[in-house]
């Protein structure tokens, strides 16, 4: 019997600074093509109203609409990437979100870097190479994830307001060990997909570290996780 086909979408596995095991699933080629389509048409969509709006200025127009087709192609998904914390509206539809490959937000340097070397990815046609990459690579990276050090993965569909809840890092009273560090960075993430009232009987259990019960050691429970996750 044939071996079943590979999965397009894998699993990676990354430890952040202070040692936090996450769990990323990589987006394979299918989705990011999408995604880009998608932005495709938005950008297209823009420069074909721009278009009409220049053509008033008559000659004027023409340089006006070249600097604005640089920005629209080149800038609209690297300040979507940082300013939407790594989506741009198509990745935003279809679940994805851009990252670094050690877990963290993805920032200026990364997002400029990947974005530029998709001229590179585009070669020879029809984004061969980035297409040959993301099918080579075990994280279905192109060449421009590779060299800027970051990952497209899948967010789920409640996840785009999933996380450990917004509450000023607090560091652990105690050293933790690694699996303790991620069991509370666990919960922390899971929390808003169970009721307050779970969650702070859950956090009741940790009152030996965290030293208060109730909704204020739930909070300081918050605080770790996210010490935990380097929010600083």
Do not use: C
């Amino acid at each position: 019997m044939a071996n079943p086909l590979p999965r397009l979408d894998t699993l990676r596995e990354v430890e952040t600074p202070e040692g936090v095991a996450l769990t990323l699933r990589a987006a394979g080629p299918v989705p990011r093509a999408v995604a880009w389509l998608m932005d495709l048409a938005i950008r297209l969509a823009i420069l074909w109203v721009l278009a009409i709006i220049t053509a008033l200025l008559g000659e004027a127009g023409t340089g006006v609409y070249l600097v604005l087709l640089f920005l629209i192609f080149w800038a609209y998904p690297i300040a979507f990437e940082l300013l939407w914390h790594g989506q741009t509206p198509g990745k935003r539809a279809m679940g994805l979100r851009v990252i670094r490959d050690n877990g963290a937000p993805i920032g200026w340097i990364p997002s400029i870097v990947r974005n530029l070397l998709r001229t590179a990815d585009m070669f020879p046609f029809l984004y061969g190479f980035g297409l040959a990459s993301t099918l080579i690579d075990a994280h279905a990276r192109r060449l421009g994830d590779i060299v800027a050090g970051t990952l497209v993965v899948h967010v789920d569909a409640e996840g785009m307001t999933r996380g450990a809840p917004t509450v000023p890092p607090l560091p652990p009273p105690l050293p933790l060990l690694p699996e303790e560090q991620s069991a509370l960075v666990s919960f922390a993430e899971r929390a808003p997909l169970i009721t307050r009232e779970r969650q702070v009987e859950l956090a009741n259990l940790l009152e030996p570290l965290s030293g208060q019960g109730g909704f204020a050691g739930l909070q300081r429970v918050f605080g770790y996780a996210n010490w935990l996750l380097g929010r600083r």
